[in-house]
Structure formats: C-alpha cells, structure tokens
C-alpha cells in the first residue's frame, strides 16, 4: 500500500506570484442552457420558465443569439477541440425539429468536435413526439437524458411533473428506439414516499432497460415554491433506507456506481459530467450559462445573463464580454476542484490536481494527511479516492480543502 509522501515540500509552498503554470490544458466540452419548460416544477431551481409567461418568446431569435453568443466566445478557446456537448434546460425537447438542425449545423460549422463526440439533449416526457427525436438523432444528438423522476402519478403530481407514469414509460421506450445511450433521472425522498414505493420506480426504470440512471434524493432549494411551502419529506431514517434500497437493486442489475449520483451499465459513464468532475474545462452558451476555461498562466470562469430577454439583448447588442469572466483566485482553485473530484467513487490519478489547478500537491498535503486520518480518502497506487465514509460525509470531506 502506497501513502503520499509526507517527506515532500512543506505546506507553504503556494507559488509567489498570481499567476498559474499549467503546461497541459484540460478536455473541452460544451454546454448550451435552452430556459424554457412548459411549467415551472416547485421544486426547481434551475434557470428555468414556463413558456407562456416569457414574453416575445421565439425559437429562432434565441438559436440565433446562441450561434452569435458562440462566435463571440471562439476566441477563448482558438485551436481547442470539442470532446462533448450538452444541450440543457430547462426542457430542449422544445425545441422543433427544424431547429436542431439549425442548431447542430450551425455548431458543427464553428467548432472543430472530435468524430466521435457525445452529444446529449435533456428531454421530458409529456413534451414529447416521436417524430421529434428522429430528427434529433439526424441532427447529430446520439445521448438523450430523460426526466423521469417518479413512475407512481400521486408523487409525479406532488412533484408538480406534467407527465404521468404511462406518458413517461412511452417516452423511455421511444426514445429507446432510437437512441442507445440514454439516461434515466429519478428522484427520491419524495413527500411522504415509502421505501416499496422507491423500490418500485427504480425496478421498472431498469426494466426499460435504460444504460444509465441517474439517482437524486429531491432537496428544497431556497427560491422555490417548495421551499416557500415545505412538503413532508421522509425521515432521515427512511431516507436512509430508500436511498440503500435504491443503490442495492442498481448494483445486483449492474450498473455500477461512478459518481455521487450516476450509476451506468459498462461503457455508458457520461463523459461530459465526467469532464465536468474531473475539473475539465467548458465553454457555456445560453441564458444563465456557465463556463470554466484554462490558460496557460490563468483559469476564468464565465457566466451569462440569467433572465432570457436580458440574455438575448446582450448577446444581440455584443457588449456582454467585458463583464462576463473573471480570473479564479488561486486561493479558490482547490476547493472547486474538490468539490468536482472528490464526487468520483474510484477518484482520480494524484497527478490530476496539479495538471487541472497548476497548485502544487503539496500545498494540500495537510488536508489529504487529515482526510486520511478520519479514515475519509485513501491515497493508493497513484490515487486519491474518497472512502465509503468520505462518500457518505461528502461536505466534511470538501470543508477540510476549502
Ligand atoms: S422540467 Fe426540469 S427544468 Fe423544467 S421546471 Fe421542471 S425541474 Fe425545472
């Protein structure tokens, strides 16, 4: 068994100067937010919002204003190749046929994107036609993440889900017929859910046979409606039970666990949140869209207006670059690349920290000792891996780098 070297470079060993020496610049990978659903969930925080209440919503002047946002943005990552795409929401399977195409001709013309990309859309049932995905699948998307999230209509309706168990077990086998890498969400810890009850969704989610599940215990975000009126949840006990419940009949039918909350059948891991954990870098178009990108002396992240019509404006009127990036503070740059990495169930390789952060390893070797010491990571064969008790205390895990 290997242990990190504690003879090494003591602690202080930040470099002086502000700027990063990162020689290798991580995977890029791409990330288009689509902000409209057609009803607003209570328990969502996303940077979503119904259709009919946005005013002077039209496809096209958002679709353009996301190829115009792209050109603007090219510079930032000049001779960079695309690993993957994601196209987020929000609900994308709004958007018509005609303009996927738009869309993935359009990104395809400015982007070099490697051959073999995956390219993802969310989509939610009740918003659904076949036709639709035809074209999507002709448009390039070859991975489709469907918002599944209960099969029992008293909770899809607790949820305040437009969909009910019979449209959402259609939607997972059309798109089945089409698409092989699709992913299913479920979400548990529903107000006043029974272990049986979880253990029901989750059975029949498997039986449709879908690669990859993603598995969420629902939690209340402040500026939600739930927040706002809180739904009884189960007890932590429950929750406890419904969670090992959930995990054990995913492990005895094969899917393993690779992340916190992803689970996928072999070779179906989701390589753009992979990029995302292993602190790769991402270029983010859309409303309220996010990205992370290294140079070599720095790393920026970017952010988008939230609110649709704002976004638009500043996209169309081209003046949104100068206040849209700031450089991370090396203070902050452990930190945000633990809160990613530490989520790995198998974790990541001990030289990965250093490549992605430009920090030197020993800068944390205190924390990692400490980590250690509670029996909360390992560090083995060249691997720094979060332990079963590390994975399931999660938070003081990531307090003791922050
Ligand atoms: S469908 Fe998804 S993105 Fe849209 S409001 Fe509901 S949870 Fe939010």
């Keep these: 068994m290997k242990y990190f070297p504690i003879e090494a470079e003591p602690i ?3 470099q002086s ?3 990063l020496n990162i020689s290798v610049l991580p995977p890029l990978s791409l990330y288009i937010h689509y902000p409209w659903c057609l009803k607003k969930c209570p328990y969502c925080d996303f940077n979503s919002h119904a259709i009919k209440s946005t005013d002077n919503y039209e496809e096209k002047i958002y ?3 996301l190829i115009l946002d792209l050109q603007q943005q090219l510079p930032l990552i000049w001779g960079r190749t695309i690993n993957t795409i994601f196209i987020g929401g929000g609900t994308p399977n709004l958007i018509s046929a005609q303009g996927m195409h738009y869309l993935l001709n359009k990104l395809r013309a400015l982007l070099p994107l490697q051959p073999d990309a995956e390219i993802t859309m969310e989509a939610n049932p009740g918003a659904v036609s076949e036709e639709n995905f035809q074209a999507y699948y002709d448009a390039g998307i070859n991975r489709v993440s469907i918002g599944i999230q209960s099969l029992n209509n008293h909770h899809l309706q607790a949820l305040g889900r437009i969909h009910d168990k019979n449209e959402a077990l259609h939607t997972l086998d059309i798109v089945q017929t089409i698409f092989n890498n699709v992913n299913a969400d479920l979400m548990y810890g529903l107000p006043q859910q029974t272990v049986e009850e979880a253990q029901y969704d989750i059975a029949k989610i498997i039986q449709s046979g879908v690669p990859h599940i993603s598995a969420y215990q629902l939690t209340i975000e402040p500026n939600t409606w739930f927040y706002h009126h809180p739904p009884r949840i189960p007890s932590e006990e429950n929750l406890t ?6 995990h054990n009949i995913l492990k005895e039918h094969g899917y393993n666990r690779y992340e916190i909350s992803a689970f996928a059948q072999e070779k179906h891991q989701c390589q753009h949140n992979l990029n995302y954990w292993y602190f790769g870098d991402y270029l983010g178009i859309g409303a309220g869209a996010h990205g992370k990108l290294t140079f070599h002396n720095k790393i920026i992240r970017t952010q988008h207006k939230k609110n649709p ?3 638009i404006d500043s996209i169309q009127k081209k003046d949104f670059m100068s206040k849209f990036q700031i450089n ?3 203070e902050d740059l452990t930190a945000e690349f633990m809160i990613n990495a530490l989520r790995l169930i198998n974790g990541f390789d001990i030289n990965l ?5 430009g920090l030197k390893l020993t800068s944390i070797q205190q924390s990692l000792l400490l980590a250690q010491s509670k029996n909360l990571l390992i560090i083995k064969e060249n691997k ?3 332990t079963p008790l590390g994975i399931n205390f999660l938070n003081n895990l990531i307090e003791l780098f922050l």
Excluded: A, M, N, V
């Design 12 to 14: 202080q060993s930040f």
């Design 353 to 357: 920290y250093e490549q992605r952060t």
């Design 63 to 65: 679709l353009e204003s």
């Design 328 to 330: 991370i503070p090396k």
């Design 17 to 19: 100067k502000d700027e």
């Design 309 to 311: 019509k704002d976004y």
């Design 241 to 246: 039970d419904i969670e090992e419940t959930i």
């Design 384 to 386: 720094i891996k979060p």
